[in-house]
């Protein structure tokens, strides 16, 4: 029975240390970018983006949303999930055109910014995210590129915005 058990913690501890070195081989920083043509104007797909506190109502892994003060005019906000909470500003806003949100928290393990840029195509909108992604764990790195893939976050969040939006092939592929 112990070296049954012991056998399986070396298993356990020589995974970890070898998803661990597959991780450190990684480039740490990645660039992840997906679109979905919405059938909805501009300035209503850009409205739901840019209204954080509402995200809970059409966002499954949102469960709130604190609006935060910032100086200098500039816009905060905290999304907390089942998980964990991260924190956010807008780093650019361009009505319309183009947001930025940078993650400000400095203990995720993972850190970077979504660009959404907002065009009109085929009588609709046409949202593109780009993620600059930077991830600092080994771990995360390896789960973000072998588990998740870079665009999972942003498949969801895609998703989740086309069926708010009554978009009917809300599951399809995305480009």
Known sequence: MFTTILLLLVVLVGLVAVVALI???????????????????????YALVRDFESAPSWRKDVQR????PL??????????GKHDAVTY?????IPRERLVTT?????????GSWTYQFADEAGGTRLT??????????????????????????????????QRMGE????????
């Open 23 to 45: 991780g450190a081989a990684l480039p740490r920083n990645h660039t992840a970018s997906r679109s979905v043509l919405l059938h909805r104007p501009r300035t209503e797909v």
């Open 65 to 68: 949303v604190e609006m935060l």
């Open 129 to 162: 995210i780009t993620e600059n992604g930077d991830v600092s764990n080994v771990l995360f790195r390896f789960m973000s590129r072998y588990v998740f893939g870079h665009t999972a976050t942003i498949d969801s969040y895609l998703n989740s915005l086309a």
């Open 71 to 80: 100086s200098g005019g500039r816009v905060g906000f905290r999304e907390v």
């Open 89 to 93: 500003e807008v780093s650019a806003d």
């Open 103 to 111: 993650i400000t928290s400095t203990d995720l393990g993972y850190s």
């Open 168 to 175: 009917k092939n809300t599951h399809g592929p995305l480009e």
